[in-house]
């Protein structure tokens, strides 16, 4: 029996409607940006598989420093112990992260990471003797799929199945080129009208929502508005964060700081799922208190699993290698230099770029949904052809990890536009 059978008998797979979605690909086998299928097909992950793995498939490096840290240490309980790797990670995080932030607390994943985050910007008022109850977030927002970050996600067919469930959210429109006026004026009637308590953002990209970018000035200005009102700004850098954008981290910048950042993704190279969100020493503060039940009564199993801190440790180390740097910016002129050959093609409205990140958009007559009929044979012809890209709708990104090859990027683009000519 095949793996994809097996798979069939017991697997339930996300975001997939299992009666009509095709058998999934049975991946045996990594190396740098390329996996291969139980037919030993080869794939270029073009998408990082999820925007996680930076730094290649089965990387030497990070595997080395995660069978050192098993054999000395694999996990300890965070409640009321503490170990080094959770330690120095969170020494090297905070020396690169913008300079108000203070604390790490540790979590799974990127949907818990702001989960953390929108219960302490609420709890934050609550144990000032403050009612804040509003989160403000962007349209077609996606901040993860718990609950907390399910409310803040603007993409409604994943979250209409809950609607009247969730915490108070008012969405404001991203202030993208020529928008930013009524994006600023929304945000301040928001505040006005509600007893806001945070907002939270992906900074400069939108991920799910088809790379949709907008300039860090229109985004100082929002956080601006926010600290003259007191509301507390939570940087959501699931996506972002680590090199895509071109800078450490997308919030690298803006003049104006966030009080909060989440962190997951590549912040373990794809390797072991870890999250973490950081802090200013004054939302710290709010919960250091005598009175017990002002503490942030928040945890996982695998809170800090050291495991997972060697990992890191081991992602952060390539990331600040000269290689690793120049692979950055090399992509990123791939990437300007195939957005000069598609741009004028007849079959494109638009073309967006910022560091690693590609995006097209594809002219349709109607809108494209999510995960229609376009979307769908757009998939199937990348993977027919040995390309993985999972494209939003009518809009086809490519996120590729750093150790792609110029003849795999080359080849990425070639696939691209042959899509354009079967739409």
Known sequence: MSLIERDSQHLWHPYTQHKTAALPIAIIKGEGALLWDENNKEYIDAIASWWVNPYGHSNKYIADAIYKQLTTLEHVLFGGFTHEPA????????????????????????STSVEVAIKVALQYFYNKGEKRTTIIAFENAFHGDTFAAMAASGISFYT???QGMFIDVVRIPVPIKGQEQESFDALRKVIKNNNCAGFIFEPLVQGAAGMVMYEPEALDQLIQICQDNKVITIADEVMTGFGKTGKTFACDYLAQKPDMMCLSKALTGGTIPMAITTFTQD?????YDDDINKALFHGHTFTAN???CAAALASLSLLETSAMQHNLVRINKSHLDFKKRIENHPMVTATRVLGVIFALEIKTETSASYYGTLRNRLYDFFIENGVILRPVGNIVYILPPYVITDAQLQKVYEVVESALEIV
């Open 306 to 308: 050291p495991t997972g």
């Open 283 to 287: 939302l710290f503060d709010a919960f």
């Open 160 to 162: 209409q199945a809950f």
């Open 87 to 110: 330690i120095v990670l969170a020494e090297k995080l905070l020396a690169i992260l913008p300079t108000n932030q203070k604390k790490v607390f540790f979590s799974d994943n990127g």
